[in-house]
């Protein structure tokens, strides 16, 4: 089966987020299971750098108008070898600063335009014009950025296109631009309705995405549910729930290859997940390394993560003086917005014994995070799945969190019964407010002092496997029913 697999951003070549990592990991869990996959990504910078051997596979044309001609370049993953075709087009993806945002946190003011692109190839690749031979049977995209596609096709009227995923990430983000992107976009204004991609007198590319695909999916299942609720859903919960036959919830998985404590560079002391000693050295290691207190016994918490108030960091600043007062330690990488930075930073300088914040972005530090850590804190007011709970386990670090979208579903709270039958693997609180959230770390922290109980949840984490495989299978399973659907919908 061919599947064509178009993201905005693959780990190792360009990363913001777990998107990354999904989109790195998922195709080559794919290939492995024999589909023949390949993936399609904007030729940022960073990805033509990383991609050594590269050819130019096809031409494309100038088809939105930028005033150069668009080519497909292909090379393979690092690692994992995965086919990677790159949307060749120096003007719009070739510049300094992040995929979607400049280095000072503006986004570039022309992403319709970047994205519209790369739309604009998903599916010109699925029609008979395309310049390349292999054409997809099954066209999987994911997230806004990718959610004209299917808009394309329908547009163009495509005799017998593949049929469509469209996978949700994050429901948060959903590239809305002005009307008259529509025409620049290149694409019918009767679209731009309702019953389209139109969305309170803005074109919506999520909107579109959600709209035209075959199917819809999303990262957990319990965010599946979430989203159909204008809790969640951010204004798209009516469509949702009434495109709820269509929408699946699978969940994501863990990159072992990536994550693993026994095989991490990123280590000054590589350990076997569960081995206590081996976490104490990582423990120690951090500490020195973040200049906090050298005190073996004292719980420390680390986030990972996105500072915003989607991961519900202003929570932490706002239970973090209880929580030094209990003695424990807390340790930040994160980038996001300037005031949770600042207050993290402000925090760090007035407790530098107990607190440590390093404002960037550090794929290595995260890593060291994840070894030295006892507890990390994930107090988020949503979460389409996660992924840090699941590195976390297997570096025996005990997830604090909220139980939301994929932490509801792979979170197991600790308790008396949980703790007897071993499968408590985190503390879990239900409703997100900085009182509840310090609770739970109040009951972390009470634990963590009963060393064999806390030996008890260590198992429970290093046991588990969030590996990629089943989850992959999910995934093959919706293909073949989307294809076999296709063939049954040419039939008739
Ligand atoms: P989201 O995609 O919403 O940010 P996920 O938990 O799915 O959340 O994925 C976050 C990914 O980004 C993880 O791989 C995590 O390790 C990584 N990450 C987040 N912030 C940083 C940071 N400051 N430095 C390094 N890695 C980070
Ligand atoms: C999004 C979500 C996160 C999820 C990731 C990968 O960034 O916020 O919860 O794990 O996508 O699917």
């Given at each position: ?6 993201s905005?951003e ?8 777990g998107?990354?990592?999904v ?29 050594a ?29 995965v086919?990677v ?6 003007s ?11 280095a ?5 003011a ?15 690749l ?5 310049p390349v ?12 950025q990718?959610?004209l ?21 994050n ?5 809305q ?28 590319f ?5 709209f ?10 319990r965010?599946a ?9 951010c ?35 590589p ?6 000693d081996?976490?104490a ?14 005190t073996?016994?004292?719980p420390?918490?680390?986030i990972?993560s996105?500072l ?6 202003d ?8 929580i030094?007062?209990?003695?424990a330690?807390v ?26 914040a ?5 794929e ?13 804190l994930?107090?988020s ?6 992924l840090?709970?699941?590195y976390?386990?297997?570096?025996g670090t ?20 949980t ?14 407010n ?16 009963r ?16 590996g990629?495989s089943?989850s ?5 399973d919706l293909?073949?029913?989307?294809t ?9």
């Amino acid at each position: 089966m061919r599947v064509l697999f178009a993201s905005s951003e693959v780990f190792p070549l360009v990363k913001t987020g777990g998107l990354a990592d999904v989109s790195g990991a998922l195709p080559a869990a794919l290939a492995e299971a024999g589909i023949d996959i390949r993936i399609l990504l904007p030729g940022y910078s960073q990805a033509l750098d990383a991609i050594a051997a590269k050819k130019v596979v096809g031409t494309l044309g100038d088809p939105l108008g930028v005033g150069a001609e668009v080519r497909l370049l292909s090379g393979k993953l690092p690692d994992s070898g995965v086919p990677v075709w790159l949307v060749e087009c120096p003007s719009l993806f070739e510049r300094a600063g992040g995929p979607y945002q400049d280095a000072q946190g503006r986004d570039w003011a022309d992403n319709a335009l970047r994205f519209g692109l790369l739309s604009w190839v998903a599916a010109h690749l699925c029609t008979e014009a395309s310049p390349v031979k292999w054409r997809p049977q099954v066209l999987h995209l994911n997230d806004w950025q990718t959610g004209l596609a299917p808009a394309y096709l329908q547009a163009w009227g495509v005799a017998n296109p593949p049929p469509t995923a469209f996978t949700i990430h994050n429901i948060a983000y959903q590239g809305q631009f002005p009307a008259e992107t529509v025409a620049r976009l290149h694409l019918p204004p009767e679209m731009y309705a309702m019953d389209g991609f139109e969305y309170y007198d803005t074109l919506s590319f999520l909107k579109a995405g959600l709209f035209y695909s075959d199917r819809i999916t999303t990262v957990s299942p319990r965010y599946a549910k979430e989203i159909q609720t204008a809790a969640f859903g951010c204004g798209m919960e009516g469509l949702l729930a009434h495109r709820a036959a269509d929408l699946t919830g699978i969940l994501n998985g863990a990159d072992y290859q990536v994550w693993n404590p026994a095989q991490d560079a990123h280590l000054v002391h590589p350990f076997t997940p569960g081995d206590s000693d081996g976490k104490a050295a990582n423990k120690a290691a951090l500490q020195a390394e973040l200049g906090l207190a050298q005190t073996p016994d004292v719980p420390l918490m680390v986030i990972v993560s996105r500072l915003n108030d989607h991961k519900g960091m202003d929570l932490v600043l706002a239970a973090l003086p209880n929580i030094l007062r209990l003695g424990a330690q807390v340790a930040v990488v994160g980038t996001g917005d300037r005031p949770l930075e600042d207050g993290f930073h402000a925090a760090a300088a007035a407790h530098p014994s107990q607190v440590a914040a390093r404002i960037g972005y550090s794929e290595p530090l995260a890593h060291r995070m994840m070894a030295g850590g006892d507890m990390l804190l994930m107090p988020s007011r949503f979460e389409p799945c996660g992924l840090t709970q699941f590195y976390a386990f297997r570096y025996g670090t005990v997830p604090v969190a909220h139980a939301t979208g994929g932490l509801a579903d792979t979170l197991v709270d600790t308790g008396y019964d949980t703790l007897m039958t071993g499968s408590a693997n985190g503390f879990v609180f239900e409703h997100c407010n900085a009182g509840a959230f310090q609770w739970a770390v109040e009951r972390a922290i009470g634990l963590y002092g009963r060393k064999d109980q806390w030996a008890r949840i260590i198992k429970s984490c290093v046991g588990q496997d969030f590996g990629w495989s089943r989850s992959a299978k999910r995934y093959m399973d919706l293909y073949k029913a989307m294809t076999g659907e296709a063939k049954g919908k040419r039939k008739a």
